[in-house]
């Protein structure tokens, strides 16, 4: 494809205190893409994406967003430019109400004026958190403290979204719903980079996806490439 990718990674690899978690890792996410990375435990899919973060410092490859060298960037540095991790487990601030944990989503943004307008797009995409804008984070359900979490991550006006297990531990209903919400927030232009075990959901959605197996890229193809192929049936489907 001719468009210039909006990330790109490049032999990426990191090891933890020697011990080697990724390697030779080369993955693209262009404009307007849900991209899938997929993989059983401990392939190396969080390792990758805090990379991408800003979180890990590659000790060898290359991050480009937007044509640009991002790789051994801070976090902040790199939200900046565009890219937000929403990372594994469901990380809001219980004492503080929803607006406030939403409010600190935004305080990366250069104005109020653009606080408040991503404040109004975020409650348009997540109703039910307008409606509990002022209940305590803590107390919200487990579901709708990962939906909290990601409006979270979109405060700051991601180009780039990265969602890392943003359906664990929720009931079959609501991940559906959360599937559907990870298309409305791609419908508003933002790429997704959707890390995820519910391989099934995640491929219906996706564009493109990338396998992972022992730190190392294994496959890659379109949403529907990957759902027929015989290796992601066994692995992940149960057929
Ligand atoms: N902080 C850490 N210190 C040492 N080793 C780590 C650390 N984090 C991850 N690892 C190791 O790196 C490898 C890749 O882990 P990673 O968390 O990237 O996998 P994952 O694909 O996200 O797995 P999961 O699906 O279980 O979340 C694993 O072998 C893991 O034990
Ligand atoms: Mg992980």
Redesign the pocket.
Known sequence: MSEQPLLAVSDLAFA??G?V??RDVSLEVRPAEIVALL??????????V?AIAGAHKPQHGRISFRGEPIAGEPCHVVVRRGITLVP?GRLVFPQMSVLDNLRMGGHALSSAADAARNLDRVFSIFPRLAERQAQLAGSLSGGEQQMLAIARGMMSSPALLIL??PSLGLMPKLVQELFQLIQRVNGEGVSILL?E?NVHQSLRIAHRGYV?EK?QIVLSGTGQELLGNEFVRRAFLGH
Do not use: P, R
């Open positions: 933890y205190n011990a978690a990724v993989g059983s435990n401990g392939a190396g899919k969080s390792t990758t805090k594994e890392d297990e890390v075990q992972m730190g």
